[in-house]
């Protein structure tokens, strides 16, 4: 069994982490800095807090369950706020993410 465990650092250099994820082809992705956000209009949302500013993947979650069709996925929440989708508050989750290839059976949790 392969299994991967990564920080996805929030979609920052999401087109290599997806390249990256599809690579390795592993039987079992343990992701953590995962964002989701289901209602976001963009592809990036503002995280602002003070004098800092970081771009994040609006919904990493969804890009990397459409990246690993043969998984299942499952998040869990860590915590949740108010980033800026352009002009327009959104509220985004960010969590872990578990993608389990669909021949495995779960029966925990």
Not at 5 to 17: E, F
Not at 87 to 100: D, K, N, V
Request: aromatic share 10%; charged share 20%.
């Amino acid at each position: 069994m392969k299994i991967l465990s990564l920080n996805a650092w929030g979609g920052m250099l999401h087109a290599p982490l997806l390249a990256y994820l599809a690579d390795v082809d592993a039987d079992v992705y343990c992701l953590q800095e995962v964002p989701r956000a289901i209602a976001a209009r963009s592809a990036f949302l503002t995280y602002r807090d003070g004098a800092v500013e970081l771009q994040q993947r609006a919904n990493l979650y969804r890009d990397i369950a459409a990246a690993l069709p043969g998984h299942d996925g499952f998040f869990a929440p860590a915590m949740r706020g108010e980033l800026m989708d352009g002009a327009h508050p959104c509220w985004q989750e960010f969590g872990l993410a578990t993608f389990i290839r669909q021949d495995i059976a779960v029966i925990g949790q």
